[in-house]
């Protein structure tokens, strides 16, 4: 992720609590997921070829990034999944229902959407329609998220 990026850690909105059994084929309760948005070469409010392939490039490299991280946390323990921007499902747990970024987005940063066709997209602060939302989700305390994310955050 050689580009701009934010990652926000916070604890999961009531969807996710009210659902996680659906969501997650975890024991353990979610206590925190880890929102990731990368900063995009083009608006993402509009649709083509170099939109499509752009989203590719972001999905690409959050599920390289991503799964860097879960393995750190899974090796100290915790349990960690994280779910396709393309498709809402996680790459490991068999959920019955998907998790929408954008809803995400929105529930813990109260970042705004906006409705594009049949697609909502969130609207950044500072990078407006240029930003795509990826999430991740943990049973590991906040310090052991904060270790693991310096330490790959440190190695780019």
């Known amino acids: ?19 996680q059994a659906e969501l997650l084929s975890w024991n353990a309760p979610i206590h925190y ?9 083009l608006p993402l409010h509009q649709s083509g070829a ?29 349990l960690s999944d994280l779910f396709d921007p393309r498709t809402g499902y996680p790459l490991q747990a ?11 987005v929105a529930a813990l940063l ?7 066709q049949q697609c ?10 240029n930003v795509y939302p990826s999430t991740m989700a943990t049973s590991a305390p906040l310090k052991v998220i904060e270790t693991c994310l310096r330490q790959i955050l440190s190695s780019r």
């Not at 992720?1 to 659902?19: E, K, N, S, T, Y």
């Not at 068999?94 to 995400?104: I, Y």
Request: net charge neutral.
């Open 110 to 116: 109260s970042y705004p959407l906006v409705r594009y």
């Open 33 to 41: 997921l880890i929102i990731v948005l990368q900063r995009s070469t």
């Open 50 to 78: 170099a939109i499509s392939a752009e989203k590719d490039r972001l999905r690409h490299e959050f599920i390289n990034f991503g799964s860097q991280l879960i393995a750190l946390i899974e090796q100290l323990g915790y």
């Open 1 to 19: 992720m050689g580009r701009q990026i934010d990652v926000c850690v916070a604890p999961p909105h009531q969807f996710v609590l009210d659902h």
């Open 120 to 129: 909502s997209l969130i609207i950044h602060p500072l990078w407006h329609q």
């Open 94 to 104: 068999k959920p019955k229902l998907p998790l929408d970024d954008n809803a995400t």
